[in-house]
């Protein structure tokens, strides 16, 4: 099948199109190549996959409507993996526009591409900080979600509710996938494995907030993208006996699915920084802050619903995962 995979610069796309690259598969990758972490790293990823014959990459920014236009009508892609966003909870508190260029009209972009090319199935990235202030544990896809605690949670919960429109309007399958902090090889700087490993390794101290009562499911890459390669093949279909008096947020009469992506299992923020420490071989020094703004106490993914569709559960833990991703940045920045 031809595939287009935006973000595939990104810790996500470059692992999704490594994998369906060795299972035969024609990609086209897009990606705009942000400064918003280290480009050097994206174009890294990049490189890793320039010996792949076939995958392609070409520069595109999503908000950029006549390229993405032109971009469908040039390849006919059968699915599209939409996992391009601007990320970060923090960052939106400093540079909200960037949001709504990437995630809402980025995201409107490839709604009309694969509305306009007749798309078999879009598999869109969400994000588990849409559930914000849902205090009901574990997060369930049916949950409601309408209190999330930053812009970029807001912007994720927009463009679930975008595809469902195209969904219903155009008859387009669409599938969400709530990611829960992913980590591994490769991973972003933004992210807690990479800062905690950098600065226990050159001796500087971690941040730790909300004084460490904090946690997290935490999914390492292998299994989200065992979980993304999987949904893929599974395309939602109209639900003729849908009943909207019994409605959840998961549910719809449109061919639309939503699925939570993670470990299934909260581990505590403390026992990660430990996990840390063990994979490096040394001592954090913790430097405890209040809870930051946009940020949530806790994180853990219902995740039966994925593997009613797919058959599948995460395998990889987190010490596991810790040592994996402690390896890899040894040897990518040559420690």
Known sequence: MKLLITGMAGFIGHAVAKRLSDLGHQIVGIDNLSDYYDVSLKQARLDDLADLDNVRFEKIDLSDRDTIATLFNTHRFDIVIHLAAQAGVRYSLENPHAYADSNLT???NILEGCRHSKVKHLVYASSSSIYGMNAKLPFSAADNVDHPVSLYAATKKANELMSHTY??????PTTGLRFFTVYGPWGRPDMAMFKFTKNILEGKSIDVYNHGDMSRDFTYIDDIVEGVVRIM???PQRNNDWNPIMA???GSNAAYAL???GHGSPVSLMDFVRAVETATGKKANCNYLPMQPGDVQRTWADTEGLYQATGYHPKVGVEEGARRFVEWYRGYYHI
């Open 167 to 172: 969904s219903h309007l155009y008859d387009i």
């Open 106 to 108: 980025g995201h409107l």
């Open 259 to 261: 699925y939570n992506i």
């Open 233 to 235: 093949d599974v395309i």
């Open 248 to 250: 959840t947020s998961d």
